[in-house]
């Protein structure tokens, strides 16, 4: 399997290779050449699989640079009871007629991105044993990609982590989960900005080709393929809980920002599992629900990002839809570079509104969209608490809200439970007047003492304090 680029590179590499490397050298994110595809046989005989041997079977598909023991006994030591806390990883319940919830939370902090980071760390650890190299990992977070890399990275040989928060922008619980943490590996950089100027930050370092060569920069955000490949996983899982046969077609609806949980949906869909639609759930950040519906793909500044309490997503540059345009436009790298390059950059949109070709985005690739406002949210939450007892997470109740807009007969809907409602206690108080349970190893993490370096949204500061303490 070789991969190439969204902006038409002519280089095609291997899976370690971009394991480490994050963007492409023309500033494209990496896709497989093509999909692998998945017939009703290997559905039938991956149904019955464990979580982490049907992870083997998904990922073996497309990393042929481990040697296959190597890549089981990975996913073996990472998707343990142990740590996800059931032997089905990611259960699945039913809510009510049609709708069930995937819980993607049960990891070490309480939020999907552990389903891929904690594989990503061990990966990591194992391609640079085999290097005997030194990786320093750069990320963005707007809440859980924080925590759960640091999480999952704590600890690793020849591995650091930089990440960048925007200042006062995540809830209590999560940044005190991220600040809290005193391994000497882990640096935490609060930026005085939103999410999107932390991810222009990441970007920036990452295109100045120099320097992330010299110090060895990689990422652990979701433009990382490593990572979205890990999520792909989680689609299969659903639909062997949701189905009985292999006939059958499902939906999901994903709470979606930066668009890379969703497009791991895409990549399975693309693969064949039978998908019926992909729903898109944003709040206020709508820019994804405003390209779905219209065409126009349009990045907000920094100043009309809403501050809101499903605050991971409020990002308003989705760094991952690039590769489904990629796809959406057949592939055309060139197009590609052009929007997502020349095109952003100068006008901060895009319009394929009458363009032939975005019509698929439906037809196809079975894309729909809905939006979510914090009066929803509230509402949302209240309405599954009261009826059904459970209690969801912010986020989780945009999915949910923007769901139920999409049921069809006969085809479960699979919401994707993407936090668990500690992490945003506030809201959940102000919507029942009660606070979530809490897991016991997190009592008192706010009143932890704190390792964080407070930064100006500037990728030169953030490049002189790399060098600084990689020295």
Known sequence: MRYLSTRGHPDRKQFCEILLEGLAPDGGLYLPEQYPQ??????????????????????????????????????????????????????LRQLEEGVHLEALSNGPTLAFKDMAMQLLGNLFEYELGRRGAELNILGAT???????????????????VFMTSPHGRMSAFQQAQMFSLQDANIHNLAVDGVFDDCQDIVKAVSNDLEFKRQYRIGTVNSI?????????????????????TEGERVSFTVPSGNFGNVCAGHVARMMGLPIAQLVVATNENDVLDEFFRT????????????????????????????????????????????LFGTGLSKTGRFDLSADPLFAQAATRFGFASGKSTHADRLATIRDTFSRFGQMIDTHTADGLKVAREHVAPGVPMVVLETALPIKFAETIVEALGRAPERPAKFEGIEDLPRRVQRVPADAEVVKRYIAEHCA
């Open 295 to 338: 065409g126009v793909y349009r990045v907000r500044g920094s100043a009309d990002t809403h501050e809101t309490s499903s605050p991971s997503m409020d990002i308003s540059k989705a760094s991952n839809f690039e590769r489904f345009v990629f796809d959406l436009l057949g592939r055309d790298g060139a197009r590609t570079a052009e």
């Open 142 to 160: 707007s809440g859980d990609t924080g925590s759960a890399a640091e999480y999952a990275m704590r600890g690793k040989q020849g591995v650091r």
């Open 38 to 91: 998945v017939d009703a046989a290997t559905l039938a005989r991956w149904r019955q699989l464990p979580y982490a041997e049907l992870a083997f079977e998904i990922l073996s598909l497309y990393i042929d640079d481990i040697p296959a023991a190597d890549l089981k006994a990975l996913c073996a030591k990472t998707y343990t009871r142990e740590v996800f806390g059931t032997e089905a990883i990611v259960p």
């Open 224 to 244: 990382n393929w490593a990572r979205l490949l890990a999520q792909v996983v989680y689609y299969f899982a659903g639909y062997f809980q949701a189905t009985k």
